[in-house]
């Protein structure tokens, strides 16, 4: 799995500096955390942030719609945000994909 390399570097610094086999985020048991565990995560942070209508999904979404729009820019297609997002169908992701309608505008006035 790619990473960005901000990602990559916060990583490594947090692997000098805390247990290298342990998880990256801890549960408050000190143990890894289970699926329910990271969505209640998300909304305890949204909900500390004060952002509405956010959630571990809405997070996949948008990754995945902002892929979507700029997968040209990498020389990559859908087939490669498919992958990324382990999807086992590119229809699938294709749900994922938010339009846009001011773009739409844009690429019509293109044409």
Not at 78 to 89: C, E, I, K, P
Request: charged letters at 25%; one cysteine or more; proline letters at 4%.
């Amino acid at each position: 799995m790619p990473l960005h390399p901000d990602l990559r570097t916060s990583l490594v610094k947090l692997r000098r500096s805390a247990d290298p086999t342990g998880p990256v985020i801890a549960s408050a048991r000190g143990g890894r955390l289970r699926s329910n565990s990271i969505v209640n995560w998300f909304v305890a942070m949204f909900d500390e942030l004060g952002l509405e209508g956010c959630s571990s999904h809405s997070g996949r979404r948008t990754f995945i719609t902002t892929a979507a729009r700029n997968v040209h820019r990498a020389g990559c297609s859908l087939r490669d945000v498919q992958l990324l997002a382990g999807h086992r169908s590119i229809e699938t992701t294709q749900r994922y994909i938010d339009g846009d309608s001011q773009g739409q505008r844009r690429l019509v006035a293109l044409l």
